[in-house]
Antibody, heavy 120, light 110 residues
Framework: EVQLLESGGGLVQPGGSLRLSCAASGFTISSYAMNWVRQAPGKGLEWVSAISDSGGSTYYADSVKGRFTISRDSSKSTLSLQMNSLRDEDTAMYYC?????????????WGQGTLVTVSS | QSALTQPASVSGSPGQSITISCTGTSSDVGGYKYVSWYQQHPGKAPKLMIYDVSIRPSGVSNRFSGSKSGNTASLTISGLQAEDEADYYCSSYTSSANVVFGGGTQLTVL
């Protein structure tokens, strides 16, 4: 059974950093592209970042480019999102998701999310 | 990248069919086959209902179907059921190697 479990969320001050992790089980993480998608409280979905199945390519939304870094540790079946220079508008539930089919832009399995709150 | 345009809300009675539209541009919806639809119930993670315009993942009811014409994609739900009441989001790959979501549509089953 495919499972994704996010962790690492919490309360952080503006300008601070946080590292999110997503533990994958039930599939080989190195065989799939992976995505991070976020949802601000009461708002819609926003794609954040993706990493290709090979791990050789990464993609970022303009809103996080230069501040967030996506990475993968295949030996630990873990996807990570390093978030620096956090802003109030980064407050959201962060979901990791496994890509399906050709490309990486759609996701068939999602975790339950981890909440990030940026506030002073 | 601007969000794709979806109606804020749609409604229908049990057994009826409804269609949710998703309008983008030639740089996203119109330019690629990578349009997806997600269902999200309150407090839950999104669930993939349609990908690559019209492909249904295993386990998704055949009451859900997708299509695209030009820069507009559509999700149709036939034989509406109470459990279909949820928020629905479209998404598309873009020419900037990004993914853009629609603003979401709240479906009410009357």
């Amino acid at each position: 059974e495919v499972q994704l479990l996010e962790s690492g969320g919490g309360l952080v001050q503006p300008g601070g950093s946080l590292r999110l992790s997503c533990a994958a089980s039930g599939f080989t993480i190195s065989s799939y592209a992976m995505n991070w998608v976020r949802q601000a409280p009461g708002k819609g979905l926003e794609w954040v970042s993706a990493i290709s199945d090979s791990g050789g390519s990464t993609y970022y939304a303009d809103s996080v480019k230069g501040r967030f870094t996506i990475s993968r540790d295949s030996s630990k079946s873990t996807l990570s999102l390093q978030m620096n220079s956090l802003r109030d508008e980064d407050t959201a539930m962060y979901y990791c998701a496994r890509a399906v089919g050709s490309g990486w832009s759609k996701s068939d399995y999602w975790g339950q999310g981890t909440l990030v709150t940026v506030s002073s | 990248q601007s969000a794709l345009t979806q109606p804020a809300s749609v409604s229908g009675s049990p057994g009826q069919s409804i269609t949710i539209s998703c309008t983008g541009t030639s740089s996203d919806v119109g330019g690629y086959k990578y349009v997806s639809w997600y269902q999200q119930h309150p407090g839950k993670a999104p669930k993939l209902m349609i990908y690559d315009v019209s492909i249904r993942p295993s386990g998704v009811s055949n009451r859900f179907s997708g299509s695209k014409s030009g820069n507009t994609a559509s999700l149709t739900i036939s034989g509406l059921q109470a459990e279909d009441e949820a928020d629905y989001y479209c998404s598309s790959y873009t020419s900037s190697a990004n993914v853009v979501f629609g603003g979401g549509t709240q479906l009410t089953v009357l």
